[in-house]
C-alpha cells in the first residue's frame, strides 16, 4: 500500500470524447488522501469518494505513469 494525495479534481468522463456526465460526478478530490494498492498485474487502485474501485496507475512504478503523476502525488 502507499498513500497519495490528489493534485487535482478528478470527475467522471464519459467515452473517448471526454463528455462529461451530468451531474457532473466527483470522483476525486483536490488535496485529498488516497490509499493505493497494486495489483498482480501491475496495476495500481483506489476508491472514489463513493467506494468504487478506480485504477489510477498502469505501470508497476505508479511514477511511470503519466496520467498517474499528472494527477496524483505518491507520499
Same mark, same amino acid.
Given at each position: 500500500?502507499?498513500?497519495?494525495?490528489?493534485?487535482?479534481?478528478?470527475?467522471?468522463?464519459? +467515452?473517448?470524447?471526454?463528455?462529461?456526465?451530468?451531474?457532473?460526478?466527483?470522483?476525486?478530490?483536490? #488535496?485529498?488522501?488516497?490509499?493505493?494498492?497494486?495489483?498482480?498485474? +501491475?496495476? @495500481?487502485?483506489?476508491?472514489?469518494?463513493?467506494?468504487?474501485?478506480?485504477?489510477?496507475? #498502469?505501470?508497476?512504478?505508479?511514477?511511470?505513469?503519466? @496520467?498517474?503523476?499528472?494527477?496524483?502525488?505518491?507520499?
Amino acid at each position: 500500500m502507499e498513500l497519495v494525495q490528489c493534485k487535482v479534481s478528478i470527475t467522471k468522463k464519459v +467515452g473517448a470524447d471526454f463528455i462529461e456526465a451530468y451531474p457532473n460526478e466527483l470522483l476525486f478530490k483536490e #488535496g485529498y488522501f488516497y490509499p493505493i494498492y497494486p495489483t498482480e498485474d +501491475g496495476q @495500481w487502485i483506489t476508491l472514489d469518494e463513493e467506494g468504487e474501485q478506480h485504477i489510477i496507475a #498502469g505501470e508497476r512504478n505508479p511514477k511511470h505513469d503519466f @496520467w498517474f503523476m499528472t494527477h496524483f502525488e505518491l507520499k
